[in-house]
């Protein structure tokens, strides 16, 4: 098993920034992908970036390219959310998920085995 848990989260002015974290710890061998996702009230969860953990590659929805950054640290098996130019619509509660493997595009939750309790991120 994989635990995850993410820190970070807060409240913030429309504009500001934040980092969120995810660490992980158990069985961190056996994944290969990590990703954001977020949620707001009455709204779907929605898959914010994801990097693949072996390359490196990264991921973004449209509505944060540009804005937010995706990276690890891989000796601290640490995924991080830089999240600049905060708007409103941001605010959600945002969930780390680590995948062992893809089976649909990156931001379908079903890739994902493993998920965090979440952090609160609020913009106004």
């Known amino acids: 098993h994989v635990q995850l848990v993410e820190s970070g989260g807060g409240s913030v002015q429309a504009g500001g920034s934040l980092r969120l974290s995810c660490a992980a710890s158990g069985h961190t061998y056996n994944y290969n992908f990590m990703a954001w996702f977020r949620q707001a009230p009455g709204k779907e969860r929605e898959g914010v970036a994801a990097i693949s953990t072996d390359y490196g590659s990264t991921y973004y929805a449209d509505s944060v390219k540009g804005r937010f950054t995706i990276s690890q640290d891989i000796a601290k098996r640490t995924v991080y959310l830089q999240m600049n130019s905060l708007k409103f619509e941001d605010t959600a509660k945002y969930y780390c998920?680590?995948?062992?493997?893809?089976?649909?595009?990156?931001?379908?939750?079903?890739?994902?085995?493993?998920w965090g309790q979440g952090t609160q991120v609020t913009v106004s």
């Open positions: 998920a680590a995948a062992v493997r893809m089976v649909a595009p990156w931001y379908s939750r079903y890739n994902y085995n493993y």
